[in-house]
């Protein structure tokens, strides 16, 4: 059973900066997509970013040059660091994992708040 754990969110002010962690019980090495989604109050799960094997990245358009995923597959992690953070970055950001060689493709964490005060 794989288990992705998140860690590092919070509450900042409106500008500041955080880093999202998340740690997988397995490793990582196998996935073909690693990334960030996050859902604010009365909205739908949205994609954040997400990194390929290949190291490939993706954003959406309204966290881009301000947000970076990266993995480090030797600790079985990804990363979101964020940096110029809005209030409407506010929500649960919740880590993503597609396995393509398991039975069980696709894995979530539980999630971790951000809260970006104005």
């Known amino acids: 059973q794989v288990q992705l754990v998140e860690s590092g969110g919070g509450l900042v002010q409106a500008g500041g900066s955080l880093r999202l962690s998340c740690a997988a019980s397995?490793?990582?090495?196998?996935?073909?997509?690693m990334g960030w989604y996050r859902q604010a109050p009365g909205k739908q799960r949205e994609l954040v970013a997400r990194?390929?094997?290949?190291?490939?990245?993706n954003y959406a358009n309204s966290v881009k040059g301000r947000f970076t995923i990266s993995r480090d597959n030797a600790k079985n992690t990804v990363y979101l660091q964020m940096n110029g953070l809005k209030p409407e970055d506010t929500a649960v950001y919740y880590c993503?994992?597609?396995?393509?060689?398991?039975?069980?493709?696709?894995?979530w964490g539980q999630g971790t708040q951000v809260t970006v005060s104005s």
């Open positions: 993503y994992a597609n396995f393509p060689s398991l039975t069980l493709r696709e894995y």
């Open positions: 397995v490793s990582i090495i196998s996935t073909n997509i």
């Open positions: 990194v390929t094997r290949d190291g490939n990245t």
